[in-house]
T-cell receptor
Framework: SAVISQKPSRDICQRGTSLTIQCQVDSQVTMMFWYRQQPGQSLTLIATANQGSEATYESGFVIDKFPISRPNLTFSTLTVSNMSPEDSSIYLC????????????FGQGTRLTVV | KQEVTQIPAALSVPEGENLVLNCSFTDSAIYNLQWFRQDPGKGLTSLLLIQSSQREQTSGRLNASLDKSSGRSTLYIAASQPGDSATYLCAVKGAGKSTFGDGTTLTVKP
């Protein structure tokens, strides 16, 4: 299994500012994923972050709004830029372990409120 | 594009009842299906993982089945308890990413 630490667990931010969310894994993983869950909705994949290459964004998400870093095999950050109230969501990072390549593990999430 | 549907959206039962949550998906080319529990304002807790080659998995009072050809999975909860109250999400994993259903919100009344 994998233990994922996400920081911060929650934050309240002013519109127009940016927040960087960190995701730390206790083992090396190739693929890390960032999801968003808006109030009352299910999880939606934002992007896939692979170490050594640029993140791959899903339809409706762009790098300027959600820049992602992946400096090594155990760490990634997601920045929510120029925030608006519509960005209020839970953001979760997820990993797949190399040896299993199937089971997904999730962090506890970052609850973001934009005012 | 994979689409995942969960029925019902909400369910309220008295304590002690057995219940079934349903999940259907449109693309049967999956690696696995996972059931998660989500408590209000919190992250996800993995309950059961069924590989595409498996038919079911059991953990305690939970039993999950998978019929890949028909694109269906069920989560059976036996002898429900108030502590089971949460939102239950199913997720199917394709090449890399997972696609989630909208969840079933379960309330178990004492």
């Amino acid at each position: 299994s994998a233990v994922i630490s996400q920081k911060p667990s929650r934050d309240i931010c002013q519109r127009g500012t940016s927040l960087t969310i960190q995701c730390q894994v206790d083992s090396q993983v190739t693929m890390m994923f960032w999801y968003r869950q808006q109030p009352g909705q299910s999880l939606t994949l934002i992007a896939t972050a692979n170490q050594g290459s640029e993140a791959t964004y899903e339809s409706g998400f762009v790098i300027d709004k959600f820049p992602i870093s992946r400096p090594n095999l155990t760490f990634s950050t997601l920045t929510v830029s120029n925030m608006s109230p519509e960005d209020s969501s839970i953001y979760l990072c997820s990993v797949v372990l190399p040896e299993s390549n199937t089971e997904a593990f999730f962090g506890q999430g970052t609850r973001l409120t934009v005012v | 594009k994979q689409e995942v549907t969960q029925i019902p959206a909400a369910l309220s039962v008295p304590e002690g009842e057995n219940l079934v949550l349903n999940c259907s998906f449109t693309d049967s080319a999956i690696y696995n299906l996972q059931w998660f529990r989500q408590d209000p304002g919190k992250g996800l807790t993995s309950l059961l993982l069924i590989q595409s080659s498996q038919r079911e998995q059991t953990s305690g009072r939970l039993n999950a089945s998978l019929d890949k050809s028909s694109g269906r999975s069920t989560l059976y909860i036996a002898a429900s308890q108030p502590g089971d109250s949460a939102t239950y999400l199913c997720a199917v994993k394709g090449a890399g990413k997972s696609t989630f259903g909208d969840g079933t919100t379960l309330t178990v009344k004492p």
